[in-house]
């Protein structure tokens, strides 16, 4: 599977975001699906899900101010992001498997990520 995520950028506090991802193959129409966090120095995190019936959980920190979303016959995945804040730098990653892969990261395949910085 070849994923390639997009959208990210430098933006100043408060600022909106929407980035996107794409794969090879059926996976985003067929899959749950997710957003991960890397900020510097620290390990990848889990901060969007989305289920295969559509039902989606955030992390608390990101509770309000993202969403995710997906549009199958596109196969592509969103995260919209808003109301954006410093802590949210890193690098944006996105998979799609099942839950337990999700939330595990077991995965063989990665995109490169898109680099989010907030800052002033």
């Known amino acids: 599977v070849q994923i390639v995520e997009s959208g990210g950028g430098l933006v100043q506090p408060g600022g909106s975001l929407r980035l996107s991802c794409t794969a090879s193959?059926?996976?985003?129409?067929?899959?749950?699906a997710g957003w991960y966090r890397q900020a510097p120095g620290k390990q990848r995190e889990l901060v969007a899900f989305?289920?295969?019936?559509?039902?989606?959980t955030y992390q608390d920190s990101v509770t309000g101010r993202f969403t995710i979303s997906r549009d199958r016959a596109r196969q592509t995945l969103y995260l919209q992001m808003n109301a954006l804040q410093p802590e949210d730098t890193g690098i944006y990653y996105c998979?799609?498997?099942?839950?337990?892969?999700?939330?595990?990261?077991?995965?063989?395949?990665w995109g490169r990520g898109t680099q989010v910085t907030v800052s002033s």
């Open positions: 998979n799609g498997g099942t839950p337990e892969a999700l939330s595990r990261m077991a995965f063989e395949s």
């Open positions: 193959g059926t996976i985003f129409s067929v899959a749950a």
């Open positions: 989305m289920s295969r019936l559509g039902n989606t």
